[in-house]
């Protein structure tokens, strides 16, 4: 997931304005968007964005920042009044993300980005406590899927994907000794 929207906006409006001290009209402008900037008192310095991101009437993103340099990001997807999304950036960039799913409170999926391009995903779907899904990306793209389909905690079958999201290869380890075996998909064996 990348930046809620709302949130790029708001930062998109507070950096060409220079909110320290920004300007009543970015101000509106914020509002008008459901977005609320909070200050500092004593510096005047930007300290929070809060966003109704689903115009429900209540602010379930809030972006932590140092003046125009977002620290991280926190969203409540579920409506619940605790946030279940977490965004730490780096330069402005998001670098890593944490999402909790599922009726705990464990993080059951990281994200990993360079310079603000998604990289790698680990995810507890089946949320049992261990990853079971490893996603890896090239360029921002889904490149393989690796899914430990007998709860071991290790991949047992890889899913490789072209650059427009077409499986080229299916591979599955059916010993469970971490060598694979290729299998063909159905896509190729139509063609």
Aim: aromatic fraction near 6%; proline fraction near 4%; charged fraction near 30%.
């Amino acid at each position: 997931m990348q930046t809620p929207t709302l949130v790029r906006v708001a930062l998109a409006l507070a950096c060409a304005a220079g909110l320290t001290g920004c300007a009543q009209s970015t101000q509106d402008a914020l509002a008008a968007r459901g977005i609320a900037p909070i200050y500092n008192a004593q510096t005047g310095k930007l300290e929070q964005l809060l966003s109704d991101r689903d115009g429900d009437g209540r602010k379930e993103t809030r972006a932590y920042m140092d003046g125009t340099v977002i620290k991280y990001i926190e969203i409540d997807r579920t409506g619940d009044g605790a946030p279940d999304r977490w965004e730490y950036y780096v330069s402005n960039l998001i670098d890593h993300a944490e999402e909790v799913n599922g009726p705990g409170k464990d993080i059951t999926r990281r994200e990993f980005f360079l310079a603000g391009v998604i990289k790698r995903v680990v995810d507890d779907v089946d949320l049992d406590g261990r990853p079971d899904k490893w996603e890896t990306y090239e360029d921002g793209v889904l490149a393989r899927v690796e899914l430990d389909l007998v709860g071991k905690g290790y991949s047992t079958q890889r899913l490789s994907y072209d650059a427009r999201g077409t499986v080229t290869l299916i591979e599955s380890d059916p010993e469970g000794d971490g060598v694979f075996v290729r299998i063909l998909p159905d896509v190729q064996r139509r063609r």
